[in-house]
């Protein structure tokens, strides 16, 4: 059989994506490689395809417990033999899954690190035929990343161990540092890399300027009723009272965060996967590996840490390929807080300095007057010849103005109060507000007291905000978040200097941004649409498997748009294989035949 007779029979797919066919390519010819695609980019076909076809068992390890027996439903459903050995199984089950691998019974293995290094994981190995070793995560094995994982080093022993089985590195990290030490870590120096493209066109980029977050979050939310989404919150606390808050407000939300104990976290993620239309609230602990493919909505409530992590949490979104949307809020407390957690830790100079121009670039794109989606993808070295019409900066293109007399007063507000004070200070003594602070030190007989009447609090505060992001005034960590003049200030100061600032906000009418369902259902008919998703239910329900694992929402659209009328039409349909046609082709026939008598 060829890739593209497994792509078509098995996975009901039509072609192969970006990169997918010459990795394909490489791994059955016996290569090893290192593959960087982006979350919903399609990295697991890039394994499992091989996995049928070369003689043997693939081994997949993936750092995800929890998840691994999703993963090998979805394949089983697909008519693949896998299976995964991990410390959930009873000694019962584990036996007779190391009898199938024993027997070449398998197509995959999914496996966690520290179990396939285990000597009696490695005996079994050695005495079968093994097509080749997945390393999915494969950041993992970074000290840099934030999801370093001790077990991953020793996955170096592979190299040694199995030095003819072609190894497999599958990532969505991009940064050059973590490349590099995957490569050496994992025996990869030689090996070709694949990366695919990183754009993610069905995601709709959104940054706005945090007012009044909760709420800013909560219609965000309503603009999609009954749909799953993920929304990002910075600290355990601040997570636990948004899931609160929503839930009193009608929304279904969840709780996520490192603090809860591990059952309620594994219950909170398998009513996530499982129920329709739940909102996660979560810190950055969720969601690696999470690949439900019909997440439609993630949400910031608080600034990411980095551009990669606003990037991978954001990829989270839409992997079905349907239409999805980001929302991230940031404010000028947001920027404070990042810069003292990381000038508060305890890495090298050199690593601080790596953090801190990262940090700059997620500001750069915050306050950017241009497309989102380009500025993004430049940073991963990606250029996107034009605008993408799909982010708020292309849909609602931001207005600037001459913000040089503004930002001057500003600046010398800071200047002359002795670069010791925070904006809410600065605020009032620009606006010329006698408060208690002001009397107290004497701020009211200085020349800037009330020079800037002409703007409102939070247009002042959005410009203390650009100029902190352009480093014209910077956050002094120690001294309580206290503004000083950064370098170039001067320059502004004396007038040698223009600035173009984004529009001081105005509340405006949002046109053209709204993503609803209507979008995903397009041209299919809404209530057989309806229909096909009970009928999905229902049937996940009985297997005890998440709906995912039994048709993607796209899938159901294109059958509700198409209406096949016989097998063979419904088997033409994308992501529909051989064997879920063979599965639930007749139901889904009957589905469809009780909707039109209807
Ligand atoms: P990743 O692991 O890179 O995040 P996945 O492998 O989970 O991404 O793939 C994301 C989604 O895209 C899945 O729903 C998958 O079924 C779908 N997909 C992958 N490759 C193709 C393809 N060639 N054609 C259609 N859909 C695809
Ligand atoms: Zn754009």
Redesign the pocket.
Known sequence: MSPETV?QQV?G?????GE?AAVIEAVCAGRSGLVI??????????YQVPALLREGVAVVVSPLIALMQDQVAALQANGVRAACLNSSLSAAEQLHVEQAVEQGELDLLYCAPERLLQERCLNLLHGSRIALFAI?EAHCVSQWGHDFRPEYRDLARLVELFPAVPRLA?T?TADEPTRQEIRERLGLTDAPQFIGGFDRPNIRYRIAEKNQGRQQILSFIREHPGQAGIVYCLSRAGTDALAAWLNEQGVRALPYHAGLSSESRSFNQSRFLREDGLVMVATVAFGMGI?K?DIRFVAHLDMPASIEAYYQET?RAG???APAEALMLYGLQDMVRRRQMLEGGEASEERRLLERRKLDALLGLCEVTSCRRQTLLRYFGDELPQPCGNCDTCLEPPQTFDGTVAAQKALSAVYRTGQRFGVAHLIDVLRGESTAKVQQFGHERLPTFGCGEEYSKTQWSAIFRQLVAMGLLSVDIAGFGGLRLGPDARAVLRGERALWLREPPRRRERRGSRIDRQQLVDAADENLFERLRLWRKDTADELGKPPYVIF?DATLAAIAALKPDSLEALGAV??VGAKKLDTWGEEILAVLAAHSEA
Do not use: E
Request: aromatic content about 10%.
């Open positions: 792509l996975f797919y039509s072609q192969f994506r997918q695609m982006p979350t919903g980019g399609g990295k697991s076909l890039c999915d599958l969505a690949d493919p990829g992997r079905d390929g993607h994308s992501g």
